[in-house]
């Protein structure tokens, strides 16, 4: 599909490529764009046919986070926390879309933008993408859940030297910070993150849904608490189809050994 500020494909593995498609304003999130984005992870998210989404930009950037316009208004403080509530449950609907979400990041990414980033299950980077955090410069924070989001991914010490002195990482040390999974050969993200779609898609759907909570909740609970969010999925997980399906198929390989 394609026209207005978001492309979407889906290929016939069922996975969803969505590409900000604003190349001009550097993929910057403008309400149109916004609104486009949410729709298509809702649709998404209700799709059966949709098994995994990746998230890219088109041109040279990834995103570049709210569009400036948004911050010439003369807000009132409760327009301007709507608002930002929009945004802020859009990033969060990513990190609770109960299938593979992962990022293509074709260039620089700041902002909000680098918060949609941030909120994917895995984030895969060209060699030439930097992660930058100027909002300061603009008198500013992240928010979003950006500040938080950055203690939990890198700790406390890293996020420290992040916001408050370098602004900037490129790829190879903001994959050695935690924040990239990987860095991929230049022209080759979007392929990278394909190929890593299909390897999470050997999972069954509810596996990979579970795993996905759970992995939010062991972010802040106790062992006692995961263990026993891990014994209450584990009890739903081998009731599926799915599951005795896959063990049918072990127990066939077994015998043909």
Not at 76 to 103: D, N, W
Not at 180 to 204: I, M, P
Request: charged share 25%; aromatic share 2%; proline share 4%.
């Amino acid at each position: 599909m394609t026209g207005g500020p978001l492309r979407r494909e889906l290929d016939d593995a069922g996975v969803m490529l969505l590409t900000l498609d604003r190349p001009a304003a550097r993929n910057a999130l403008d309400d149109e764009l916004t609104e486009a984005l949410g729709g298509a992870l809702d649709d998404a998210a209700g799709d059966a046919k949709t098994r995994a989404i990746i998230l890219t930009g088109a041109g040279e950037s990834f995103c570049a986070g709210g569009d400036l316009s948004r911050f010439e208004r003369q807000w009132t403080p409760s327009a301007f926390r709507l608002h930002s509530h929009r945004l802020t449950a859009l990033i969060a609907g990513i990190e609770q879309l109960e299938k593979p979400v992962i990022a293509a990041i074709n260039g620089a990414v700041t902002g909000a933008g680098t918060q949609l980033a941030l909120a994917c299950d895995i984030r895969l980077a060209a060699p030439n993408a930097r992660i930058i955090f100027r909002e300061g410069r603009l008198g500013i924070i992240p928010s979003h859940g950006g500040v938080t989001r950055l203690v939990k991914l890198v700790g406390l010490a890293r996020a420290r030297d992040v916001l408050l002195g370098g602004e900037e990482l490129a790829a190879p040390d903001a994959e050695r910070f935690g924040l990239l999974t990987a860095v991929v050969a230049d022209g080759k993200v979007v392929a990278a993150a394909r190929e890593r779609a299909r390897l999470a898609l050997r999972r069954s759907p509810e596996a990979y849904a579970a795993a996905k909570r759970l992995l939010t909740i062991a972010a802040d609970a106790s062992l006692q608490a995961g263990m026993a969010a891990e014994a209450l999925a584990q009890t739903s997980l081998i009731a599926t189809p799915e599951h005795h399906e896959a063990i049918g198929h072990a127990r066939a390989r077994q015998r043909d050994r």
